[in-house]
């Protein structure tokens, strides 16, 4: 079976192709076009399709349109319902529906030769939850948290054989992603992207909001929940785009985390039972990339495991949608979904840009030497990665143990400074260093950091204790590892400093023209890229 999975409808426009029970691709349509998320989540871009992802996808298997088995489109436009009936202030939203129907005819003009009968609609939540309930080998409970699907904001199930049972959904207008939407907007920041933006304020802030947010916002004791209006003038004012964030400003953000943390728990305490007690829970929605969230679910939560699904947002339901037509399950093994380029690749690129450059006998070994001196390194290596995190392929790396690092990479990246950075570490160095879920291969949860290293690798200590870990394991991240291995025999310090790569407002670097320009144009002091290593000093002459 050759299936590409389509997701269009909202935001983060994405394409995934499953060959013969392999996943052979996924990527997001912003790293072909540049668009931060794709699109904006407005009716009238329901029609924008990922044209470009999706022809990369078929190109990478060596499929045409007319190869294809079947194209699973994460969206069923026939259990939709009128928006107003829905209690959703949305008067064109029958426009985002209209497109959704004429999807496979969209997709017949943009792929030439597809079969429009081949287009398969697949509701929204059962897509993220195959995107995380068939991506792990064993039966799961599954949890789907996002702003919003056909008519639901929620859907808890179970995976049995493969087979999908909804145990409960929650419709709309009850949603707590809209939830944490609506708080987004009211901060000044941007709903739909810069949810992750709050998360990081509410450590700054105290849950003194707490009260009444649990009078609004409360589970019913059956898999369900509800949101009542809130009056977020009465709580803080206003934040303008830009503007000055006060405390009362962190202390709502605070409040808002804490009553989500709590929802979101008693939801998967529910899902245990309904399940039968199954001792995996699966995560997906754009509400499970909230790792704070997630490892108090794990820490909490009747379940052995949690695993959330790396692309948990809406990029996910491509490969979801695809899940779920395929109908068994595929362990997810790696991120690193996207676009690679060849060694010659890469080496003609950089000639081409006339830049100087050499092959060390380790690039592992050059760049932990670079880190040590403190200096930033633009980590190009692989294939890039599918979902929002970057993970040791297209990344930002520096010295955990300079207090000062944190305002540099953000200076660097031009974004807030509260905002954190995250640490890597080698797998088999974790547990002398942080608490918390491991393995953490796709820095979905917070750990908190042993007391004895917090002045060691204050860089990546939040305000709170906690950091967002990536545990690297030799055996998928063999050039990573060895890049720590490296670093801590210069420093002592198993961890490096690990952010994406890329500056504010633009998507994560993928191609090696795009990584050789945020080079030139930003205070990194390497480049490696593939084998290659290009030193600012002898390029630039800095």
């Known amino acids: ?46 029609w924008e399709l990922p044209e470009l992802s999706a022809a990369w996808c078929l190109q990478e298997a060596g499929l045409t349109p007319g190869d294809l088995d079947a194209v699973a489109y994460s969206f069923d436009p026939a259990i939709t319902r009128d928006a107003a009936d829905l209690g959703l202030d949305d008067p064109w939203d029958h426009l985002r529906v209209d497109y959704a129907r004429r999807a496979p005819q969209f997709l017949a003009t943009v792929l030439p030769g597809l079969d429009p009968e081949q287009v398969r609609f697949v509701p929204h939540h059962v897509a993220h939850a195959a995107s995380a309930g068939l991506s792990v080998p064993d039966d799961n409970a599954v949890l789907v948290l996002d702003g919003r699907g056909e008519v639901a904001g929620h859907l808890a199930g179970a995976y049995r054989d493969g087979e999908l049972s909804v145990l409960r959904t929650q419709e709309l207008p009850h949603s707590l992603g809209l939830l944490y939407e609506d708080l987004t907007r009211h901060l000044g920041f941007l709903h739909s992207s810069d949810e992750y933006k709050v998360m ?87 509400t499970a990339l909230n790792c704070v969230a997630n490892a108090r679910v794990a820490a909490e939560g009747p379940f052995d495991r949690v695993w959330v699904q790396p692309a948990a947002g809406d990029a ?83 010295h955990p143990g300079d207090a000062h690092t944190q305002r540099r990479m953000n200076d660097v990246k031009g974004r807030e400074q509260f905002r954190p950075i995250a640490p890597m570490v080698r797998a088999e160095r974790f547990h002398d260093i942080f608490d918390g879920v491991y393995p953490s ?5 917070v750990h908190r950091v042993k007391p004895d290293w917090r002045d060691r690798i ?79 000093a002898r390029a630039f002459g800095a």
């Open 441 to 445: 291969e796709h820095m979905l949860f």
């Open 200 to 286: 990081a304020l509410a450590s700054y802030g105290t849950p003194r909001f707490l009260d009444q947010l649990r009078e609004l916002v409360r589970p019913t004791g059956d898999g369900g929940f509800v949101v009542e209006h809130i009056d977020w003038n009465a709580l803080a004012k206003p934040c303008a785009p830009g503007g000055e964030l006060t405390d009362a400003h962190a202390d709502l953000a605070s409040s808002v985390q804490t009553r989500l943390e709590e929802v979101i728990l008693d939801l998967a305490r529910w899902a245990y039972d309904a399940s039968g007690g199954l001792r995996t829970l699966t995560m997906a929605g754009g």
């Open 1 to 46: 079976m050759r299936i590409l999975g389509i997701n269009a409808i909202f935001h983060d426009p994405a394409a995934a192709l499953i060959v013969d029970g392999r996943v052979v691709a996924a990527a997001e349509e912003e790293r072909f076009s540049r668009r931060k998320h794709g699109k904006r989540p407005v009716p009238f871009a329901a």
């Open 458 to 536: 204050p860089a990546v200590v939040h305000v709170d204790g906690t950091a967002r870990v990536q545990t690297v394991h030799h055996e998928t991240e063999p050039v990573v590892a060895e890049m720590l291995a490296e670093f801590e025999k210069l420093t002592g310090l198993p961890v490096v400093v690990n952010t994406s790569l890329n500056t504010a407002g633009r998507p994560m670097v993928d191609t090696p023209r795009e990584a050789m320009e945020l080079f030139g144009s930003a205070p990194v002091d390497l480049l490696a890229i593939g084998p290659f290593a290009v030193h600012r």
């Open 316 to 398: 996910g339901t491509a490969l979801g949608a695809a899940l779920a037509v395929h109908g068994r399950s595929i362990p997810f093994t790696t991120a690193a979904l996207g676009r690679g380029w060849s060694d010659e690749e890469l080496e003609a690129e950089l000639k081409r840009a006339a830049l100087p450059y050499t092959r060390p006998a380790s690039i592992a070994a050059e760049a932990a030497a670079v880190l040590a001196r403190n200096g930033i390194v633009a980590w190009y290596q692989g294939r890039s990665e599918y979902g929002p995190r970057a993970l040791g392929h297209r990344s930002l790396l520096a």
